[in-house]
Protein backbone atom coordinates (compact mmCIF):
# COMPACT_ATOMS: atom_id res chain seq x y z
CA UNK A 1 0.00 0.00 0.00
CA UNK A 2 1.05 3.40 -0.99
CA UNK A 3 2.00 5.46 2.16
CA UNK A 4 -0.51 7.85 2.89
CA UNK A 5 0.17 11.29 1.37
CA UNK A 6 3.27 10.46 0.03
CA UNK A 7 3.62 13.00 -3.36
CA UNK A 8 7.17 11.55 -4.30
CA UNK A 9 7.58 12.23 -7.65
CA UNK A 10 4.60 14.11 -8.23
CA UNK A 11 4.62 17.62 -10.33
CA UNK A 12 2.86 20.40 -8.20
CA UNK A 13 2.42 23.86 -9.05
CA UNK A 14 2.02 26.29 -5.66
CA UNK A 15 -0.02 29.60 -6.50
CA UNK A 16 0.02 32.18 -3.91
CA UNK A 17 2.94 30.17 -1.69
CA UNK A 18 3.86 33.48 0.36
CA UNK A 19 1.35 34.06 2.38
CA UNK A 20 0.76 32.53 6.35
CA UNK A 21 -0.63 29.55 4.35
CA UNK A 22 1.01 29.47 1.55
CA UNK A 23 4.23 29.27 3.03
CA UNK A 24 3.32 26.13 5.07
CA UNK A 25 1.71 24.69 2.14
CA UNK A 26 5.49 25.26 0.47
CA UNK A 27 7.47 23.56 3.37
CA UNK A 28 5.19 20.82 3.90
CA UNK A 29 4.49 20.03 -0.52
CA UNK A 30 8.77 19.86 -0.22
CA UNK A 31 8.79 17.67 2.62
CA UNK A 32 6.17 15.25 1.05
CA UNK A 33 8.97 14.63 -1.35
CA UNK A 34 7.06 16.79 -4.48
CA UNK A 35 9.11 17.81 -7.18
CA UNK A 36 7.55 21.75 -6.29
CA UNK A 37 7.10 24.81 -7.90
CA UNK A 38 5.76 27.77 -6.46
CA UNK A 39 4.71 31.31 -7.85
CA UNK A 40 3.40 34.25 -6.52
CA UNK A 41 3.74 38.32 -7.48
CA UNK A 42 6.97 39.27 -8.08
CA UNK A 43 6.86 42.37 -5.22
CA UNK A 44 5.90 39.46 -2.50
CA UNK A 45 8.55 37.22 -0.50
CA UNK A 46 8.52 34.63 -3.37
CA UNK A 47 12.63 34.71 -4.21
CA UNK A 48 13.35 34.21 -0.43
CA UNK A 49 11.15 31.50 0.07
CA UNK A 50 12.31 29.44 -2.88
CA UNK A 51 16.08 30.60 -1.88
CA UNK A 52 15.25 29.12 1.94
CA UNK A 53 13.88 25.53 0.71
CA UNK A 54 15.62 24.68 -2.52
CA UNK A 55 12.70 25.44 -4.87
CA UNK A 56 12.25 27.07 -8.26
CA UNK A 57 9.77 30.02 -8.38
CA UNK A 58 8.06 31.50 -10.83
CA UNK A 59 6.36 35.54 -10.91
CA UNK A 60 2.69 35.01 -11.26
CA UNK A 61 -0.19 38.01 -11.38
CA UNK A 62 -3.49 35.95 -11.07
CA UNK A 63 -5.39 39.23 -12.11
CA UNK A 64 -3.44 39.03 -15.20
CA UNK A 65 -4.82 36.30 -18.05
CA UNK A 66 -1.49 36.42 -19.94
CA UNK A 67 0.44 36.11 -17.12
CA UNK A 68 -1.04 33.04 -15.82
CA UNK A 69 -0.97 31.28 -18.91
CA UNK A 70 3.03 31.81 -19.62
CA UNK A 71 3.80 30.94 -15.36
CA UNK A 72 1.45 27.33 -15.67
CA UNK A 73 2.93 26.93 -19.02
CA UNK A 74 6.28 27.56 -18.13
CA UNK A 75 5.40 25.47 -14.45
CA UNK A 76 5.06 21.92 -16.84
CA UNK A 77 7.47 22.62 -19.22
CA UNK A 78 10.38 22.95 -16.32
CA UNK A 79 8.32 19.96 -14.04
CA UNK A 80 7.36 17.82 -17.48
CA UNK A 81 3.35 17.92 -16.73
CA UNK A 82 1.59 18.77 -14.00
CA UNK A 83 0.33 15.93 -11.56
CA UNK A 84 -1.11 18.81 -8.67
CA UNK A 85 -2.00 22.60 -8.72
CA UNK A 86 -2.64 24.74 -5.89
CA UNK A 87 -4.30 27.99 -6.30
CA UNK A 88 -3.80 29.86 -2.93
CA UNK A 89 -3.52 33.66 -3.96
CA UNK A 90 -5.62 35.84 -2.04
CA UNK A 91 -6.74 39.18 -0.46
CA UNK A 92 -7.42 38.76 3.14
CA UNK A 93 -8.08 40.82 6.30
CA UNK A 94 -4.90 40.15 7.37
CA UNK A 95 -3.73 41.27 4.46
CA UNK A 96 -4.97 44.41 4.11
CA UNK A 97 -4.66 45.85 7.42
CA UNK A 98 -2.79 49.18 6.24
CA UNK A 99 -6.41 49.90 3.85
CA UNK A 100 -9.18 51.43 5.37
CA UNK A 101 -11.59 51.87 2.28
CA UNK A 102 -11.99 47.96 2.10
CA UNK A 103 -12.89 47.38 5.95
CA UNK A 104 -15.49 50.29 5.31
CA UNK A 105 -19.28 49.56 6.33
CA UNK A 106 -21.19 47.64 4.16
CA UNK A 107 -23.74 50.88 3.51
CA UNK A 108 -20.21 52.55 2.35
CA UNK A 109 -18.09 49.75 1.17
CA UNK A 110 -16.49 50.55 -2.26
CA UNK A 111 -17.43 48.79 -5.88
CA UNK A 112 -13.62 49.17 -6.61
CA UNK A 113 -13.20 47.30 -3.90
CA UNK A 114 -15.35 44.57 -4.27
CA UNK A 115 -14.15 44.19 -7.90
CA UNK A 116 -10.52 43.91 -6.45
CA UNK A 117 -11.20 41.17 -4.67
CA UNK A 118 -13.06 39.14 -6.40
CA UNK A 119 -10.76 39.78 -9.70
CA UNK A 120 -7.85 38.07 -7.23
CA UNK A 121 -9.59 35.65 -4.97
CA UNK A 122 -12.45 34.32 -7.38
CA UNK A 123 -11.17 35.48 -11.29
CA UNK A 124 -7.93 34.51 -10.62
CA UNK A 125 -8.61 31.15 -9.13
CA UNK A 126 -10.78 30.11 -12.13
CA UNK A 127 -7.92 30.73 -14.11
CA UNK A 128 -5.13 29.32 -13.00
CA UNK A 129 -7.65 26.12 -12.58
CA UNK A 130 -8.67 27.00 -16.50
CA UNK A 131 -5.00 26.45 -17.22
CA UNK A 132 -4.06 23.76 -14.63
CA UNK A 133 -6.81 21.17 -16.54
CA UNK A 134 -5.86 22.53 -19.86
CA UNK A 135 -2.82 20.57 -19.12
CA UNK A 136 -4.03 17.93 -17.33
CA UNK A 137 -6.53 17.07 -19.59
CA UNK A 138 -3.63 16.42 -22.16
CA UNK A 139 -1.25 14.10 -19.60
CA UNK A 140 -4.06 12.00 -18.29
CA UNK A 141 -5.67 14.02 -15.07
CA UNK A 142 -4.20 15.25 -11.38
CA UNK A 143 -5.62 17.07 -8.92
CA UNK A 144 -6.65 20.63 -8.48
CA UNK A 145 -7.29 22.42 -4.97
CA UNK A 146 -8.98 25.23 -4.56
CA UNK A 147 -8.23 27.58 -1.43
CA UNK A 148 -11.75 28.47 -0.09
CA UNK A 149 -12.51 29.92 3.45
CA UNK A 150 -14.72 28.90 6.29
CA UNK A 151 -16.07 32.67 5.36
CA UNK A 152 -17.35 30.67 2.22
CA UNK A 153 -19.58 28.38 4.39
CA UNK A 154 -20.67 30.50 7.01
CA UNK A 155 -20.90 34.05 7.94
CA UNK A 156 -18.89 35.91 10.14
CA UNK A 157 -19.19 36.90 13.56
CA UNK A 158 -18.47 40.72 13.62
CA UNK A 159 -18.93 41.02 17.23
CA UNK A 160 -15.34 39.55 17.07
CA UNK A 161 -13.72 42.26 14.91
CA UNK A 162 -15.43 44.91 17.21
CA UNK A 163 -12.44 47.45 18.28
CA UNK A 164 -10.13 45.87 15.54
CA UNK A 165 -7.79 47.32 12.83
CA UNK A 166 -8.66 45.33 10.20
CA UNK A 167 -12.57 43.61 9.50
CA UNK A 168 -14.38 41.08 7.50
CA UNK A 169 -15.58 42.12 4.23
CA UNK A 170 -18.46 41.31 2.04
CA UNK A 171 -15.79 40.72 -1.30
CA UNK A 172 -13.83 37.92 0.59
CA UNK A 173 -16.73 36.03 1.72
CA UNK A 174 -18.55 36.50 -1.47
CA UNK A 175 -15.38 35.30 -3.68
CA UNK A 176 -15.02 32.59 -1.48
CA UNK A 177 -18.43 30.92 -1.66
CA UNK A 178 -18.08 31.50 -5.29
CA UNK A 179 -14.96 28.97 -5.19
CA UNK A 180 -16.79 26.75 -3.75
CA UNK A 181 -19.61 26.11 -6.45
CA UNK A 182 -16.52 26.72 -8.91
CA UNK A 183 -14.63 23.48 -7.41
CA UNK A 184 -17.89 21.35 -7.63
CA UNK A 185 -18.51 22.67 -11.62
CA UNK A 186 -15.42 21.87 -12.50
CA UNK A 187 -15.31 18.63 -10.79
CA UNK A 188 -18.08 17.34 -12.90
CA UNK A 189 -16.95 18.49 -15.82
CA UNK A 190 -13.35 17.09 -15.44
CA UNK A 191 -14.21 13.93 -13.70
CA UNK A 192 -14.07 11.88 -17.30
CA UNK A 193 -10.75 12.86 -18.10
CA UNK A 194 -9.04 12.01 -14.48
CA UNK A 195 -8.70 15.46 -12.95
CA UNK A 196 -9.53 15.53 -9.39
CA UNK A 197 -11.17 19.17 -8.28
CA UNK A 198 -11.65 20.19 -4.23
CA UNK A 199 -11.20 22.97 -2.24
CA UNK A 200 -10.06 23.03 0.92
CA UNK A 201 -11.29 25.67 3.38
CA UNK A 202 -9.36 26.99 6.62
CA UNK A 203 -10.86 28.19 9.70
CA UNK A 204 -8.97 31.30 11.18
CA UNK A 205 -5.39 31.04 11.07
CA UNK A 206 -3.17 32.45 13.78
CA UNK A 207 -1.33 35.60 11.74
CA UNK A 208 0.13 37.84 13.88
CA UNK A 209 -3.73 39.28 14.63
CA UNK A 210 -3.89 41.35 18.15
CA UNK A 211 -4.04 38.81 21.42
CA UNK A 212 -7.60 40.39 22.02
CA UNK A 213 -9.00 39.14 18.44
CA UNK A 214 -7.55 36.17 18.95
CA UNK A 215 -8.95 35.47 22.39
CA UNK A 216 -12.41 36.37 20.67
CA UNK A 217 -11.94 33.90 17.75
CA UNK A 218 -10.71 31.08 20.15
CA UNK A 219 -13.58 31.42 22.29
CA UNK A 220 -16.22 30.70 19.22
CA UNK A 221 -14.01 27.82 18.63
CA UNK A 222 -14.79 24.41 20.03
CA UNK A 223 -10.93 23.18 19.98
CA UNK A 224 -10.72 26.57 21.85
CA UNK A 225 -8.05 28.13 19.18
CA UNK A 226 -7.06 29.22 16.30
CA UNK A 227 -5.33 26.93 13.31
CA UNK A 228 -1.55 27.14 13.67
CA UNK A 229 -0.63 27.53 9.19
CA UNK A 230 0.67 23.87 9.49
CA UNK A 231 -2.41 22.50 10.80
CA UNK A 232 -3.64 22.78 7.06
CA UNK A 233 -0.87 20.84 5.64
CA UNK A 234 -2.30 17.44 6.10
CA UNK A 235 -5.72 17.94 4.65
CA UNK A 236 -3.72 19.89 1.49
CA UNK A 237 -1.63 17.25 0.90
CA UNK A 238 -4.37 14.77 1.45
CA UNK A 239 -6.46 15.84 -1.68
CA UNK A 240 -2.79 16.10 -3.67
CA UNK A 241 -2.18 12.62 -2.77
CA UNK A 242 -3.40 9.43 -4.15
CA UNK A 243 -5.11 8.56 -1.07
CA UNK A 244 -7.60 10.89 -2.12
CA UNK A 245 -8.22 9.35 -5.29
CA UNK A 246 -11.51 8.78 -5.09
CA UNK A 247 -12.35 12.22 -3.78
CA UNK A 248 -13.55 14.91 -6.27
CA UNK A 249 -16.20 18.01 -5.91
CA UNK A 250 -15.57 18.08 -2.35
CA UNK A 251 -14.75 20.91 0.29
CA UNK A 252 -12.87 19.86 3.33
CA UNK A 253 -13.17 22.44 6.07
CA UNK A 254 -10.53 22.56 8.63
CA UNK A 255 -12.12 24.86 10.86
CA UNK A 256 -11.14 23.66 14.67
CA UNK A 257 -14.81 22.52 14.94
CA UNK A 258 -16.51 25.99 14.87
CA UNK A 259 -19.36 25.03 12.05
CA UNK A 260 -20.17 22.20 14.28
CA UNK A 261 -21.55 24.45 16.87
Same mark, same amino acid.
Given at each position: ???????????????????????????????????????????????????????????????? %?????????????????????????? #?????????????????????? !??????????????????????????????????????????????? #???????????????????????????????????????????????????????????????????? %?? !???????????????????????? #????????
Amino acid at each position: MMAPFNLKGKRILLVGATGVLGSAFSRGLKSAGASLIIADLKTTSIDKIASEIALESLYIDVTN %EKSVIESISTAASVLGSLDGVVSNAA #ITSESLMGSQSIFSKLEDYPLE !DWKKTIDVNLSGTFLVAREAGRIMKISGGGSIVLTSSIYGVVGPDHN #IYEGQSFQSFPGYSASKAGIIGLTKWLATWWAKDGIRVNALSPGGVINNQPNDFVDRYSERTPLGRMA %EP !DDLTGALLFLLSDSSSYCTGQNLI #IDGGLTAW
